[in-house]
């Protein structure tokens, strides 16, 4: 009842603080005999990484993968895959300010108050570090999933005030924001190092495309396609929303403009965004999450202590100006394991 | 594997199509001992039963509830609480138009895609009439968080291009919309008459608010309060998207604006919805979610047969031209399943 | 966390007392397009209705199954597949005397206690009548594994110190303690007839032997083939013990004894009874359960009631002298929902 | 849907093959704030090692446990609890003869038919050494039941065809087979030694006590005490059955016999072995498992190749002679597992 596990015919656990001994997951539903190799995993890993540009966290982490279980002879066996990153050597010292002060937009106060007890060096559990283990895991899936004709792919579509005005995917890789219109790459970019020099972060948009995937894949009513992944991305840390296809703009749409119509050649328009009664059309499936600003800046902030008293913190250190580019990698993780736990499920379902 | 359960602590499973014997469903994890009669149920699926103003469906439904097993005497065993609610005689002749073609924006052809099978009256497992057995579990789960001071409110924030501009809960159940503003609902009522003397419909976004949670509710990393939520609405047919606190308003923001700073009173603000690092800040819950059109429309639009033929449509009857006061109950249902669901989770960890 | 259902990928979940308004099953995981029939799962019930014989309680119970949902045009959805048997007129006066008595060997006390509240009308959700559910779900199942050349056999191999001799599965349904062994049978009845006469019961042991599963059947290291069928086994009121293969025997085995060597033709032995590992071998699964004697017997008994206060007590009325017969159809049930769940889990993990 | 997760409120998920980088378990749902420390741990991995005593095998396995996550100076934080235990350098040459053999009584043959692919290194996921985790997430159970009142006991009640006919719990941790009767112990040993001499095995009964449980433990219909026992024990690699109270015998008995009657001071018997319906009487819970002789003896057995030669083979090495001391501590960890989770959802239920 504890909630560390995610999927079920694909299921993962993950484990692991910012500054205990290790992070990682385990995968349980791993399909066997699937040719793996530990730089397939840390090829993700390596983009979610720190210090990647000037706008995200010069941190250094080692986020080198192992594998503990699972893997023989560079196939999967079926069983228990163990995928383990370990922590560099911890410096708790460097978090005594905060050890007794609840940072604003973090989840200081909420787990103090959830657990009685908190690890406060680093974010603890809250820690971004934590999804290391999903994108290990997703990259597993992804793999499985690219095999079946199966591709997602996650960019920046907004932030700083500036909206994608055309779609590269071939540039996605090659601009720090991770956006898909290099001219639009380069002014977030712009703008996101003056707010970073002025000790803050900003928010932004990141969307996500599938292309690909059948008809009929989801698992009405709870369990439908877009709920599974509207949990999965809003377990996600910084996520605050999610929408799919046409999304809010919905709200102020009629029936005869949203509806998607069909002719002889499938669907005219794809207003749903992939996906109709929680189940898959086999049209793209496109989703966007917003992602709030950064909770750690430099800047000072009020704040109390344990106790309830008034103080105030400047949350010092390295921190990503937009989190975005970084995301990506994880919401792209999250989307592999929820497609493929659900093409097992699917599969089940008709034996 | 199959997706007709939620919960884990306090869960529901339904049952039931629009035009089969009967649709329902069997809670397990009730608390036993907990005073609950017919009454109690049925205020709140009359709620969402139809025919209650011009714009909603005047198709009368027969949503009597009966209690099959777990309460005796008056008060709940603790054994599964089976609800069930009878369907009126199937006229299936009615469907005979559609039974060949798929409907737009409907689910009939992801259903028939998925299951290869396809129950053809009304919308099926995909009827809006599955929800009352979800409003009948919230409806025992509402009462007992009552009982601890949780208290739960949706209503139409916005439709017809009309948002509301105050807030007066008392009016909520005074006025078709189901909104909090009369004077907005007055107008909203008005053009969305108008849209459906069209033969058209009107999307909307419900807002919900929840007050009286303490802090420490919502199970990370996966089974976050914000993700089980977001899961919960999305699994819910015509919604579209979510969003907690500033939401997608956050993507333009800097961490300076959106991180809630703390006074010895408390939190200053409270951009984050009431949900930190998937975990309850004491802070009222809000979110928001978007509802698209009613697919059903009777004006003509453009479809394919079963065969693949093109062909027009007309889905005749009488429809809601704007389901948001339709869905506020149901939203009240899965947010106080959610809540109920956590706070026993909760329990259990600390035991 | 209530423990109420039972499966993942055939998932089913009962609910229902034996004097509440119905008894029945949600079946969820369903294989969409299978042919079923009322007949086809009344045929089940019937095996284990009341009133087969001398033996076995006279009391008539109304066990027509009705379908609420997952079934259209004869076939099965897909869908929720809900199956309800209504109770009769509850006459609960009839347990007035037992309302302050705990009857030794029921539940009466251990639900007390568990819920602080107790269903005193008949054994309430303790009853045999829950297992109804169990067997209209069995039934379908059994049906899907039959196409699939799985055959499921359960028969009394011992009661009243008889042991049977011989085997032939077609006398099994042709005596009232359903044993393979006719002579037997006969010596069976007429002892326990005298049992029944001196107002006492008597426990046996039920073999069921399963054949046509294919190796690689189970899912270590927790969910092997022969752990979920103990707890699908003890799951069932009477039941206190189950062996596999040589069973309790194998304890004053050696291991160059108990060992199935193999030949180019297979295994040479089975004394594994069909499971290695907790995955199926190919060679027929072979397991024993013991069922203990009836708890409802006339004779005088020791007991206290609500308040601690001793009294004598005879739990009055037609009871079963030997449960076996009547739980063989819940034995083959089970297993049935056992193996289906875990072919259809096999087959998620290969995709 | 694979199956390497046991428990619902207290939650475990193992990892690991006997020859890959380690084995370890991750606790989900740990109670925040209980004091642990790796001696606490160490203790009961003690009791489970190679090289006990001269009829347990001598290998030196390193059974050194590492907090990875979950533990914050000297507390459970309430986040999930990763323990690992490396494995010593694999010598994978060792196991090239039965690289191409199934070890009869092993789940070579098993493994290798459900996943197309076979970690030959030793058992693989199939070893013993598998339980590691499961006695790491045991011992912590095991520490927070104490504080509940709650001991568990178990020990060798029979192999060598000796029965035990004295119990003194102090002698348990005294001999070499875990018996409460130190003289039946010196016969036991003597046996099994001869037994070992000759290139043998043998196989016993293990018994389980537990006090200390209040009643109203164990969650009806599907989730019974017994029930959930019973798949913990089953999912123990050499267990091939058990059985509560009077178990088997019962089979012979009559109700006026096993029924447990009720005086004022509680229950005269106990022949149902401290469960009725599937909940916890209060009473001592008492069952026995019966473990088959060690498959690895070094005699000469027949068996056949990958392409199904005839061969024959000789599992040499160091082995155990009877593996039920060694059993011991994992069927107490097991126990404690079950019992701890129940104990929480317990609680769940009645919030």
New interface residues.
Partial sequence: ??????G??Y?I?????SH?????V?V??????VEITLEDIQKELDRRKTGQSYITTPRKEPDKV???????EG?T??????M?LYNKDAQPSAYNDIKEL?R????D???S???????WRGS???SGR?TAGRVAAGALARKILRDKGVNILAYTR??A?IEISSFDPEVIEKNPLRAPDMKAAEEMNRIISK?KDEE??????VECRISGV???????????L??????????I?AV?????????A???????????????DGF?TNN??GI???????EEIIFRI????????N?V????SKE???QEIRTEGRHDACICPRIIPVVEAMASIVLLDH?????????
Same sequence: chains 1, 2, 3, 4.
């Fill in positions: 009842m504890a909630g560390n596990s995610f079920q015919a299921k656990t993950t484990f692991g603080e205990g001994g290790a992070v990682g385990i349980d539903g791993v399909t066997p005999g192992h594998f503990m279980s699972g893997v023989f196939k066996t079926g069983t228990p895959l163990m383990i609840y604003p937009g973090h989840a106060y909420t787990y108050r959830k657990y009685g007890i908190r690890d603890g559990r809250a934590e907004r932030t005030g707010i803050d972060s900003m928010g932004g948009i059948d008809p009929g894949l989801g698992e009405p009513v709870f369990d439908k877009d709920a599974e992944l509207a949990k999965a991305m809003l377990s840390g605050k929303g999610i929408e799919f296809g046409k999304g809010f919905a709200a102020d749409m009629r029936g005869s403009e949203h509806n998607d119509q069909m002719s002889a005219i749903a965004g109709i009664g929680g189940i898959s059309t086999g917003v992602v709030k600003p950064t909770s750690s800046i800047k902030q009020r704040t109390v309830g008293k008034e093409i097992k499920r699917l599969g089940a379902m008709h034996i």
